[in-house]
């Protein structure tokens, strides 16, 4: 017996929201967590930057590593399981991108870290335009993902970038005291907004 | 004229199939991650799976995960072709 048309249109509906379901899960899946990881790795190395600098040679390299970890850990552990062939070239991309990014920098102009106060006065800016740099990559990638994941992800990319030029333009004496708030701050928020809201 | 599918009509079958058309082709869903979002108990998914497996809209694939078995669920291009033509069916019904 065929439906009427109120049965289709139920039926039509279930299926939008089953759907829209699916798809915010999948969205959700180990993004809150990410987020949460990823704004405290920026808060800690930005602050510590900004009060520490002598500590940062190491320290980036130590936390960054602590996210690749992190993140692979999270993703395997996360709640809602999508199977992807060849998910892992995700990883081995950013890792490329990243380790690219580093070797040419140091290639073209290497990098002699700073070893007293006075030397980190004259290095400082130069590690500033570094840094604005290097915040807006992972940024850009929101913006991309989010193109296929959902619109969130977009305006969190934009917004978080302008932080960053707006901290790098007018606040350049607490630069990263600003990029530890508004940069690792709106990460940790979001990641918390998106455990709490999207359901 | 697309045709409604008597399999797929019925409601869990549909939402099934609707959350596995929220994937693309190649990615597969997880037995648990299905049962809980679409609020069925694993008796009652496990036989609607069967269901759709036998008429080949889906595929099932077990594998171990931290030495633990796991059950991923896909839609076949089979199932695609017909959700999206029962789709087209009820929109014809509504009018749409």
Known sequence: ???????????????????????????????????????????????????????????????????????????????????????????????????????????????????????????????????????????????????????????????????????FCWVPDYFYLWLAITGGGSLILSGVFIRKFWR | MPELDKIIHAPARLRIMSALMALAASEQLDFRTLSEMLDLTDGNLGAHLQTLEEAGYLKLEKSFVNRKPRTYVRATARGRARFEEHVEALKKICGV
């Not at chain 1, 590690?127 to 850009?140: C, D, G, L, S």
């Open chain 1, 1 to 167: 017996m065929s439906p009427t048309r109120d049965e289709a249109r139920v039926a039509l509906a279930e299926i939008d929201r089953v759907t829209a379901q699916t798809r915010a899960a999948i969205a959700r899946g180990p993004s809150a967590p990410l987020l949460i990881l990823w704004g405290s790795i920026w808060f800690v190395a930005d602050l510590t930057t900004q009060f520490r600098p002598e500590a940062m040679g190491w320290l980036w390299w130590v936390l960054d590593l602590v996210g690749a970890f992190g993140s692979c850990w999270l993703v395997q552990r996360s709640r809602v399981q999508v199977k992807r062939p060849g998910a892992w070239r995700y990883g081995v991309f950013w890792g490329a991108i990243f380790f690219y990014a580093v070797l040419w920098l140091n290639l073209l102009a290497p990098v002699k870290w700073p070893q007293t106060p006075q030397q980190w006065v004259s290095f400082e800016p130069t590690f500033r335009r570094i840094t604005a740099y290097f915040h807006t990559i992972p940024m850009f990638a929101y913006v991309i993902g989010g193109l296929f994941i959902g619109r969130f992800l977009i305006w969190l990319g934009l917004l978080v970038t302008a932080l960053i030029l707006v901290g």
